[in-house]
């Protein structure tokens, strides 16, 4: 097992180096990178301190080292727009984001974990064909669109919660289905179809064959096995409810790291837009760390192997 | 286990013939989203970039102060939100293709090459993708708007940039299976070129599994796309795109709701269309994995 | 067998209680801003929307009254002196007005302030290049000693901030960036960036007549007009700004909602490249062309829903507003004609970078609009989108690329403007005046612009600011203007807010708390 | 080899007697358990895409408590599907019982709703140890838990205390340091330990009838020895019925008292284990006796039968084994054989012994 973490780690060390390539490349696209972490009053004093600073004057490579070692401190300069550090900016943050994520995680799975469950046991039932439908819906319609009926309905035409901001659980149930709507379908179906697999194997004609009530077999022992596709899924949707919140908190004005990073695009605030996506390659490469670890306890094969 | 046929209701026989059928509704909507891709500017009503300011929220035909002459009605400029449609679909039909293809052939290509030379090459090719699939995508468009042009050529660089591994690791994994089977093993014990097995023995077993997930994710793309310009990232006006048209709408939600309707609509079925091809294909392409 | 599982519903259920319960009221009043200023430093400000938060905190020697009247404020009373001495300007200041940290003001922060504003990486400097220096007689007296007349410091009612220097000093730029202090009416309490502030009544401010009467603020930054709107109408803000134009009549209809329409501090205008020599614009009949081409009635009428002021050059309340001068009437077809005069018979092509910032409502729209308009006409536009910062790196001079056509874009004085400094900027050939940038070179214009600059008597300037305006909209010089936008602020009844115009409705001096 | 030989070689020295009634473990149920079952009938269809599967087609049989009845015939005969429909589980949701009846001690099974089958039949009254040790046990619970499992279900302990009768269970079964291993997972067992876990499950609330399905299949021949002798043990021990599904004749004669002969379905041929081996009555018991090699040869396909078997979802007219039979007549064609009892307490379905 620790080999395989080490392993683990050093793949996510690699991906996060490679996000920092792509950002540095990006960077590179635009031509001048001064001119986009200047302000629009920049004299040419400044542009040429500001290259100096960051080095642009050396080769490439030279330029990448660099840039790697301020990055590996969290350094990717001082967003012009706050005149902060931008990985501060965000990291603090952070917090709402992951919260909201996580809401949404929790959206997704309380809607697919029944819907798929129920979908295996009663195959080409009303819920299963209900859950059918709904999933392909889910694929097809965009999260913020559904976020903007739902502000529309639920928050203003009924007033039963908060349309925005970050606050108490109530504000987090409209961002959260907004966000968790995507991810709904997928896990439906994987589950669903990992429970059949389930319901069909030995094991489970063997808890049938010794009288375990239909309803333990289900949620109890099945489940728990249907899980363990579930949690890779839930590593990989992690990467686009991260994504999605970055929309969704346009949406409903949450103040996390999404927002920041827009309105750090409108203002050619590159510095922030940098450290946002290195940041969303971090949190996602330590969930996706976290996933694998948490295949132990769900898969004991995984954690004796 | 096989398939059972219970004795069931009526509807419920009906629906399950309908299950394995060839999807019509969905194959007609995609060949209307074509259609309009290819002849818009002919079979629009009006042009979709005209203004008509004097006319501008006029609802949709059916309501109170619709009028035949704009069938889904008029958005805050009054340009005709039918014929908007309709150039939207040239967009999007443009963007997911174009899009979908070069990510398709990127993906088969570098899959390919993994899943045959294996070692070295795979290694690379794969770390790669892990590297790909740990930025999320929707920052990286970020990243990419904020130096690129904004536009299509930039919107379709992002899709491809962020899906080329789904076809890339799909494809890996089934040359990785089919290199181990006999007929590649003999080709190669034969002598014959590295190109010709590629050419010969491994694009058309890989060609069906790419022509799933290409008609999957054409509604995925068009998602991707919505969500790009929701952000105002994506296709810039004047050029018209569903996402963009959501976009506009979104300040009118509370005024004029078809606003924001019809291309969501125009978007769902779309995105429904191409999920409903993708599966029929999957399951008559390669029955034995329907569960995949 | 069913799954008996309640567990998921159980938890819906819970959410939705807790939902219900809904935000209770204190007496604080949320307000919800749509935009946010990057800067609380008066020495640093960068942008209009800066003076969002500033208003709150910090005052200037001058200010508008609701009637658009200059009155002192800070400053007890000032003067032009042209003597042995030089030419300056003598200020002398209140007595016993504090700072919130309970420093009285003097007039060494205002040498201090100088100080600062007239620093090479202040966006300031350039308004203060005539200023010399700020020569301290005593604690209440000084003098801004000039170089040369300028006529643009009294519109900018002076200019000075009006900073405690001590604080300054002590915490840093950075300290000042946590914690704002000035002599303003709200003192600050705690800010979460992109989220709120929170700012109480400071209850030592010297002025009792312009007391605010809430005892504290939560001011929620909403910049998603839908989302704005929304929390207006749940309840969860009591006063919105920016209510979207397509609404303002639903608002206005709401029972138990009050509005008011301000007019906004901006000036709209389509910017056309009259320089290269290439450019089509060069042709005063071309850019006659473009102004008979908008029809900019309709555009207030239908896409901003009257949420605009047409302006012919000058809005109402800018200092040499001329009534007598009226737009360019839409005519579509002397457009043509005019373009077929000017050697363009069968039109002209250009780039039309349309900006797409969500400051100024429905901006996108109006710009799509006018291209469109002019495109009928024959000056057909190929639209480039423009976002805030791609705007701005256009716009800037000497820096690629180089704005080859036509551009949205606005300039912004407070209200009484004065468009002395705006005009400077992108009507004078090299003028470096505040704000937009210089697509034209007339030299009568350029003239005119300097002198009115070098001009301090209200009354010349006033005149002189009408004959520049009348040759501009004769050669549609310097860009075309179109309208000053209206802002639409929203509260529920049971608050009291008193709408003051321009940026000062932001100060919320008017805002008072429910009489219970 | 001749069968006699064959068979002398094959049976343990010592044959197995009847069941005589022996020291038992304190009784878990109170009720007198006489185990007697009797199936008449019984069918079980299998509802499929391509056409009406009729997995079991007509058994009938008799089992005692204590006694041990051995089912034998190829794969696709219907001895899997017998079993589970003892147990009322026909694989779903293609199967369906359609016809005829399951007693224990009397009380009718066929038709009992589910819960009722779910609380007192399946693992309390009847239970089955599987095929393959290697996927009957769930892979992401301990041993322990799974074998506490129908304990909790049954009322028969609460949680921890069922876990304590877990690892009595699995001592019963000769798991060694049972306390202990009862904390590991199904993975870290070899085949035939799992196969031993399987069974503590099955026996852990005493069913009055034991089904045993090819449970020594997938084992290595000395481990299927070991696990064939615990099973008798363990019947022994709970004076259990014991129906044990095998293709593998040699194991059948070792173990069982009667076996009864499925060919397409039916029951060709029900006699003691002794009398059948001497003497098959049934063309195709004779030909599939013929066919065995030795002990432990697991034989699919038993070459000694001509022909190839027949189409499940398309039998034969008549006798289903005509095609087959070498002593097949017009009449073997037109009509089903009934079954008649023949000398001595075996029974039969073939025209040659009407």
């Known amino acids: 097992m620790s080999g395989y973490i080490a392993r683990r780690l050093l793949q996510g060390v690699v991906a996060i180096v490679g996000a920092l390539l792509i950002v540095f490349v990006a960077q590179r696209l635009s031509g001048d990178p001064v001119a986009l972490m200047l302000p629009m009053d920049a004299t040419e004093e400044d542009f040429a301190a500001m290259r100096q600073a960051l080095g642009l004057d050396r080769p490439l490579p030279a330029q990448f080292v660099v840039f790697i070692a301020n990055a590996v401190q969290g350094d990717f300069g001082d967003s012009y727009q706050w005149q902060a550090p931008a990985m501060a900016l965000l990291l603090e943050r952070l917090p709402a984001t992951l919260e909201l994520a996580l809401a949404g995680l929790v959206f997704a799975l309380l809607l697919a974990v029944p819907l798929g469950v129920i979908s295996a046991v009663h195959r080409g039932g009303v819920v299963d064909r209900v859950a059918k439908i709904f999933a392909m819906l889910g694929q097809a319609v965009p999260g913020f669109w559904i976020g903007l009926l739902l502000i529309l309905f639920i928050a203003v035409e009924l007033q039963w919660l908060p349309a925005f901001g970050r606050g108490g659980l109530a504000n987090l149930v409209l961002p959260a289905i907004a966000l968790g709507w995507y991810p709904v379908a997928a896990m439906t179906r994987t589950l669903r179809s990992s429970m059949l697999d389930i319901l069909d194997s030995d094991y489970v004609r063997m808890e049938r064959a010794i009288g375990l009530p239909e309803r333990w077999i289900v949620w109890r022992f099945a489940l728990r096995n249907a899980f363990v596709p579930l949690v890779t899924m839930i590593g990989v949707y992690f990467a686009n409810m991260l994504g999605g919140a970055f929309v969704i908190e346009v949406v409903f004005a949450w103040p996390g790291v999404g927002r920041a990073v827009v309105d750090a695009v409108f203002a050619r605030d590159f510095p922030v837009v940098q450290a946002g996506v290195v940041l969303a390659a971090v949190v996602f490469v330590v969930v996706n760390l976290i996933v694998d670890l948490s295949y132990g306890f769900i898969d004991p094969r995984i954690r004796h192997g | 286990m096989a398939e059972a046929v219970l004795p069931r209701p009526l509807l419920g026989r009906l629906l399950r013939a309908r299950e394995g059928g060839f999807p019509y509704i969905a194959a007609t909507v995609l060949a209307l989203v074509l259609v309009c891709a290819l002849l818009g500017p002919w079979i629009s009503p009006h042009d979709a970039g005209r203004i008509a300011l004097s006319e501008a929220m006029t609802p949709p035909a059916w309501l109170e102060g619709g009028s035949m002459s704009h069938v889904l009605g008029t958005d805050n400029l009054g340009r005709d939100i039918l014929s908007r449609i309709i150039a939207g679909a040239r967009v999007s039909a443009n963007v997911a293709l174009y899009a979908i293809v070069l990510s398709g052939f990127i993906g088969a290509v570098l899959g390919m090459a993994a899943g045959y030379f294996g070692g070295v090459v795979d290694a690379l090719i794969s770390r790669l993708i892990d590297v790909q699939m740990s930025v999320p995508s929707i920052p990286l468009a970020m990243l990419f708007a904020a130096v690129l042009p904004p536009g299509e050529a930039m919107v379709i660089f992002i899709i491809v940039l962020s899906y080329w591994t789904w076809y890339a690791r799909l494809v890996r994994g089934e040359v990785l299976s089919l290199r181990e089977r006999d007929f590649v093993k003999l080709a190669k014990v034969a002598g014959v070129g590295t190109p010709t097995v590629f050419y010969r023995h491994l694009a058309p077993n890989v060609l069906n599994m790419l022509l799933v997930l290409a008609t999957l994710q054409f509604g995925s793309v068009i998602v991707f796309e919505a969500g790009l310009s929701f952000l105002g990232l994506g296709i810039q006006p004047p050029n018209v795109s569903w996402g963009g048209m959501l976009a506009d709408g979104r300040n009118f939600i509370e005024v004029a709701w078809w606003l924001i309707t019809m291309p969501g609509l125009a978007i769902m079925a779309a995105c429904l269309a191409s999920n409903l091809l993708g599966d029929w294909l999957r399951d008559t392409l390669d029955p034995v994995r329907r569960q995949l | 067998m069913k799954p008996r599982r309640v567990g998921p519903l159980v938890a819906a259920a819970v959410l939705l209680a807790l939902a219900a319960q809904g935000a209770e009221r204190t007496d604080e009043i949320v307000v919800a801003f749509g935009a946010e200023p990057q800067q609380v430093d008066p020495t640093r400000s960068s942008a209009g929307v800066d003076g969002y938060y500033m208003d709150l905190f910090y005052e200037n020697l001058l200010a508008v009254t609701p009637d658009f009247e200059r009155v002192n404020w800070l400053a007890e009373s000032w003067e032009v002196v042209d003597d042995a001495d030089g030419l300056r300007i003598a200020v002398k200041i209140r007595e016993g007005v504090t700072f919130h940290n309970g420093d009285e003001l003097t007039a060494h922060d205002y040498a201090y302030a100088f100080e600062r504003q007239s620093d090479p990486t202040s966006r300031t400097a350039g308004r203060l290049r005539h200023v010399d220096g700020v020569r301290v007689h005593d604690d209440y007296r000084f003098d801004m000693v000039l170089g040369s007349p300028d006529g643009s410091l009294e519109p900018l009612n002076l200019i000075l901030a009006t900073i405690p220097r001590k604080y300054y000093e002590e915490v840093g730029d950075d300290g000042v960036q946590v914690h704002p202090i000035g002599t303003g009416p709200w003192k600050f309490v705690s800010r979460k960036v992109r989220e709120e502030l929170v700012v109480e009544r400071f209850e030592d401010y010297w002025n009792r007549d312009a007391m605010p009467v809430a005892k504290r603020l939560r001011i929620k930054i909403i910049p998603e007009d839908t989302t704005r709107v929304a929390a207006f109408k749940t309840g969860a803000v009591d006063w919105i700004d920016a209510v979207p134009p397509a609404q303002v009549e639903e608002f206005e209809a709401t029972p138990g909602v009050r509005v008011a329409s301000l007019p906004a501090p901006n000036n709209l205008y389509v910017a056309l490249n009259a320089i290269d020599a290439g450019s089509p614009f060069r042709f005063p009949k071309v850019r006659q062309a473009a102004a008979h081409a908008v029809n900019v009635d309709d555009i207030v009428q239908y896409v901003l829903y009257g949420q605009g002021i047409r302006t012919a050059q000058l809005a109402p309340g800018t200092l040499g507003y001329d009534p007598a001068l009226k737009p360019y009437p839409y005519d579509p077809a002397r457009a043509r004609e005019l373009l077929a005069e000017a050697g363009y018979p069968a039109g002209v092509n250009v780039n039309c970078y349309n900006l797409t910032t969500p400051r100024e409502p429905y901006f996108k729209e109006v710009g799509e609009t006018i291209f469109a308009y002019l495109t009928e006409a024959g000056i057909r536009c190929r639209i480039v989108q423009l976002e805030y910062g791609a705007w701005i790196n256009l716009g800037r001079r000497d820096v690629r690329p180089h704005m080859d056509g036509i551009m949205s874009t606005m300039w912004g004085q407070g209200l009484p403007g004065d468009p002395t400094d705006a005009w400077s900027g992108h009507v004078h050939t090299t003028g470096d005046g505040w704000g937009s940038y210089s697509y034209e070179s007339t030299p009568q214009l350029d003239a005119m612009i300097e002198t009115l600059r070098t001009t301090m008597d209200l009354e010349t300037r006033t005149r002189l600011i009408e004959e520049i305006a009348r040759l501009k909209h004769e050669l549609v010089a310097g860009g075309l203007p179109t309208y000053r936008p209206m802002i639409t602020l929203a509260w529920r009844e049971g608050v009291d807010f008193d709408p003051w115009p321009a940026a000062f409705w932001r100060s919320m001096r008017g805002l008072r708390g429910a009489e219970p | ?354």
Request: net charge neutral.
């Open chain 4, 1 to 354: 080899m001749s069968a006699a030989k064959l068979l002398a070689w094959l049976r343990p020295s010592k044959r197995r007697e009847r069941p005589t009634a022996r020291e038992m473990q304190p009784d878990r149920v109170a009720e007198p358990r006489t185990g007697r079952l009797e199936v008449r009938d019984l069918k079980t269809h299998l509802f499929l895409k391509r056409g009406v599967l009729k997995a079991v087609d007509g058994v009938s049989f008799d089992l005692a408590a204590r006694e041990t009845l051995g089912l034998i015939g190829e794969s696709g005969s219907g001895k899997t599907m017998t079993g589970l429909s003892l147990l009322g589980l026909p694989p779903k949701p293609a199967g369906r019982i359609v016809e005829g009846s399951v007693k224990l001690d009397g009380r009718e099974l066929v038709g009992l709703p589910e819960d009722v089958l779910v609380d007192e039949v399946r693992g309390r009254q009847i239970a089955m140890i599987s095929q393959d040790p290697m996927t009957s046990l769930n892979p992401v619970f301990t041993v322990g838990a799974q074998v506490a499992a129908p304990i909790r279900a049954h009322g028969l302990a609460q949680a921890s205390a069922a876990l304590g009768m877990a690892v009595d269970e699995l001592d019963r079964v000769r798991v060694p340091s049972a306390r202990e291993r009862a904390r590991d997972f199904p993975h870290q067992f070899s085949g035939g330990m799992r196969q031993r876990v399987v069974a503590a499950m099955a026996i852990a609330c005493r069913p009055r009838l034991l089904i045993a399905d090819e449970p020594t299949s997938a084992l290595d021949v000395t481990i299927q020895v070991q696990f064939m002798d615990l099973i008798e043990r363990l019947q022994d021990e709970t004076d259990a019925a014991l129906l044990f599904i095998t293709h593998d004749l040699g194991v059948a004669a070792s173990l069982c008292h009667r076996i009864a002969v499925m060919y397409a379905g039916r029951i060709v041929e029900l006699a003691d284990a002794t009398e059948l081996y001497a003497a098959p009555k049934h063309p195709y018991s004779q030909g599939l006796l013929a066919s065995v090699p030795k002990l432990g040869r697991r034989g699919e396909r038993l070459t000694a039968i001509p022909g190839n078997p027949p189409n499940p979802l398309d039998l034969p007219s008549g006798c289903a084994f005509h095609p087959c039979c070498p002593h097949a007549t017009e009449q073997c064609r037109r009509e089903a054989p009934p079954t008649v009892a023949v000398d001595g307490s075996g029974e039969v379905a073939c025209w040659l012994h009407v």
